[in-house]
């Protein structure tokens, strides 16, 4: 079926905007590709949570995944999940929490499909102790523009599956994948809030939470600066051991309905924003028991939270910096946006662990990683972003795929020497915008 590229089709942060010339949704598993490589590139789409041009192709096809949404198979005693590519992390979640299963890793939005988490080898907020989405994949079945269909996994096909693993969705269709899920007790997470008051004492709580906690990642206030620099709060967190049966999930709370025609990030709401969440933070208390869902997707609670970027949209950045050098170039990037009082009413920065990574361009590495979300203020905004990369390269690290809408190609080959190694295992009828943008 063929229908009109829409709103639907954009990505998170609505920059750099792109219309695919047309999109064509996959319907069944079993069934060939419905899109013809002579009629140009073309791309899966999953959900639309990349922030930037990874997940959209201009002028090209977009195949639509979310078709692909049935649970295939489960075994309730490894835990072992087969299922369609399109399925949301927060459907496989409604089905394997009343059984005592969970995600070992999950990003901070479960709006997220199978193939989406694969492509960009997702990471959570417990790097430092299950890796990434891509070490919890067991095999996945991908089908190419040339009707072939393989199935790769650590020990068939290894090549190719690490190459898509992260692979930017650029070695065919992932149609379907089996996962290993991990036995929790309940529903609940213990959490543990933990305030702190400028940047060296933020890397000391990184630090510490690494031992004492299974998840962790830290808020911090972008409009300080000075000797307040790099304050905010540590949020832990640990499965509790209390066991429950029904799964409490708490329907949406709030909803943006209409993109405003511009944006409400301004300087004074950011100023106010950040001033009044970092008292609740920490006038809160500090321990709270409470449901997976508020604990790990606070933001899913606002249905649309985007629009309130307005039109132009907002920018990610999100870098990771190895974890000695890497503190001088957090204080550096975080000076740099105080200075130019861009403003970000959402700073995160977690410590990710050592493991190998799971694809040839996996993200995550061990060190420090910092997203910061920007409005998208035009030439201002990327002039900004420009000078940031220029600390991250400096400092040995790399900027997320899946959240980037702008940077050149020479930092991306900078940031992920073995990009040509994905691009022998490519599928010659695949390629999105920012492939374009980063490889010609
Ligand atoms: C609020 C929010 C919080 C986030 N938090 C985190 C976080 O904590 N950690 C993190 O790592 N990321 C995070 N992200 C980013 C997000 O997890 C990734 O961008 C994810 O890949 C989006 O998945 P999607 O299903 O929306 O796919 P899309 O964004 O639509 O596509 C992403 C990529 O996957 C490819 N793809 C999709 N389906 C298939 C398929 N079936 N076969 C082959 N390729 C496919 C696409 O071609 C594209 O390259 C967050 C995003 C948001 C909006």
Same mark, same amino acid.
């Given at each position: 079926?063929?229908?009109?590229?829409?709103?639907?089709?954009?990505?998170?942060?609505?920059?750099?905007?792109?219309?695919?010339?047309?999109?064509?949704?996959?319907?069944?598993?079993?069934?060939?590709?419905?899109?013809?490589?002579?009629? *140009?590139?073309?791309?899966? /789409?999953?959900?639309?949570?990349?922030?930037?041009?990874?997940?959209?192709?201009?002028?090209?096809?977009?195949?639509?995944?979310?078709?692909?949404?049935?649970?295939?198979?489960?075994?309730?005693?490894?835990?072992?999940?087969?299922?369609?590519?399109?399925?949301?992390?927060?459907?496989?979640?409604?089905?394997?929490?009343?059984?005592?299963?969970?995600?070992?890793?999950?990003?901070?939005?479960?709006?997220?499909?199978?193939? *989406?988490?694969?492509?960009?080898?997702?990471?959570?907020?417990? =790097?430092?102790?299950?890796?990434? /989405?891509? =070490?919890?994949?067991?095999?996945?079945?991908?089908?190419?523009?040339? *009707?072939?269909?393989?199935?790769?996994?650590?020990?068939?096909?290894?090549?190719?599956?690490?190459?898509?693993?992260?692979?930017?969705?650029?070695?065919?269709?992932?149609?379907?994948?089996?996962?290993?899920?991990?036995?929790?007790? *309940?529903?609940?997470?213990?959490?543990?809030?933990?305030?702190?008051?400028?940047?060296?004492?933020?890397?000391?709580?990184?630090?510490?939470?690494?031992?004492?906690?299974?998840?962790?990642?830290?808020?911090?206030?972008?409009?300080?600066?000075?000797?307040?620099?790099?304050?905010?709060?540590?949020?832990?967190?640990?499965?509790?051991?209390?066991?429950?049966?029904?799964?409490?999930?708490?329907?949406?709370?709030?909803?943006?309905?209409?993109?405003?025609?511009?944006?409400?990030?301004?300087?004074?709401?950011?100023?106010?924003?950040?001033?009044?969440?970092?008292?609740?933070?920490?006038?809160?208390? @500090?321990?709270?028991?409470?449901?997976?869902?508020?604990?790990?997707?606070?933001?899913?609670?606002?249905?649309?939270?985007?629009?309130?970027?307005?039109?132009?949209?907002?920018?990610?950045?999100?870098?990771?910096?190895?974890?000695?050098?890497?503190?001088?170039?957090?204080?550096?990037?975080?000076?740099?946006?105080?200075?130019?009082? @861009?403003?970000?009413?959402? @700073?995160?920065?977690?410590?990710?662990?050592? =493991?190998?990574?799971?694809?040839?361009?996996?993200?995550?590495?061990?060190?420090?990683?910092?997203?910061?979300?920007?409005?998208?203020?035009?030439?201002?905004?990327?002039?900004?972003?420009?000078?940031?990369?220029?600390?991250?390269?400096? @400092?040995?690290?790399?900027?997320?795929?899946?959240?980037?809408?702008?940077?050149?190609?020479?930092?991306?080959?900078?940031?992920?020497?073995?990009?040509?190694?994905?691009?022998? =295992?490519?599928?010659?009828?695949?390629?999105?915008? /920012?492939?374009?943008?980063?490889?010609?």
């Amino acid at each position: 079926m063929t229908t009109s590229a829409s709103d639907r089709y954009r990505s998170w942060g609505g920059y750099p905007p792109a219309t695919a010339a047309r999109v064509v949704r996959v319907g069944w598993r079993s069934d060939p590709l419905p899109a013809d490589p002579s009629d *140009g590139p073309m791309l899966a /789409f999953g959900n639309g949570r990349s922030y930037g041009d990874v997940c959209v192709n201009d002028g090209g096809t977009l195949l639509d995944t979310r078709g692909l949404d049935r649970l295939i198979a489960f075994d309730a005693e490894r835990g072992l999940l087969r299922c369609e590519s399109g399925v949301l992390l927060g459907e496989i979640l409604d089905f394997s929490v009343p059984r005592g299963w969970f995600l070992p890793v999950t990003p901070a939005t479960a709006q997220v499909t199978v193939g *989406g988490a694969i492509a960009n080898d997702v990471h959570g907020k417990n =790097h430092h102790r299950a890796g990434s /989405f891509g =070490h919890q994949v067991r095999s996945l079945e991908l089908l190419r523009s040339d *009707g072939v269909r393989l199935t790769a996994s650590p020990t068939e096909n290894p090549q190719l599956f690490r190459a898509t693993i992260g692979g930017l969705g650029l070695t065919g269709l992932v149609t379907q994948a089996e996962i290993q899920l991990k036995s929790v007790a *309940g529903p609940y997470i213990d959490q543990e809030r933990v305030p702190f008051a400028n940047l060296d004492a933020c890397f000391r709580a990184l630090a510490e939470a690494d031992q004492r906690f299974e998840y962790a990642s830290a808020w911090l206030d972008c409009a300080a600066s000075g000797p307040d620099l790099g304050r905010g709060v540590l949020i832990g967190g640990d499965h509790t051991a209390v066991a429950e049966t029904r799964r409490q999930r708490r329907p949406l709370a709030l909803a943006v309905p209409f993109t405003p025609a511009a944006s409400l990030v301004t300087p004074w709401t950011l100023r106010a924003f950040n001033a009044t969440y970092a008292g609740l933070q920490i006038g809160r208390p @500090a321990r709270r028991r409470m449901p997976v869902e508020r604990f790990f997707y606070p933001m899913d609670r606002i249905d649309g939270w985007n629009r309130i970027y307005g039109p132009s949209g907002l920018l990610r950045y999100q870098c990771v910096v190895p974890l000695g050098p890497g503190q001088a170039a957090v204080r550096e990037i975080l000076e740099q946006i105080a200075q130019s009082s @861009a403003g970000s009413p959402l @700073a995160l920065i977690k410590r990710l662990g050592n =493991h190998p990574p799971a694809g040839v361009l996996s993200f995550p590495r061990e060190g420090y990683t910092l997203a910061v979300d920007l409005p998208n203020r035009g030439q201002q905004t990327l002039s900004l972003l420009d000078a940031l990369d220029q600390v991250t390269r400096a @400092a040995g690290g790399a900027v997320y795929p899946a959240t980037d809408a702008r940077m050149s190609a020479e930092s991306f080959r900078a940031y992920y020497p073995r990009w040509q190694e994905l691009a022998r =295992h490519a599928d010659p009828a695949f390629s999105s915008s /920012f492939w374009r943008r980063v490889s010609e």
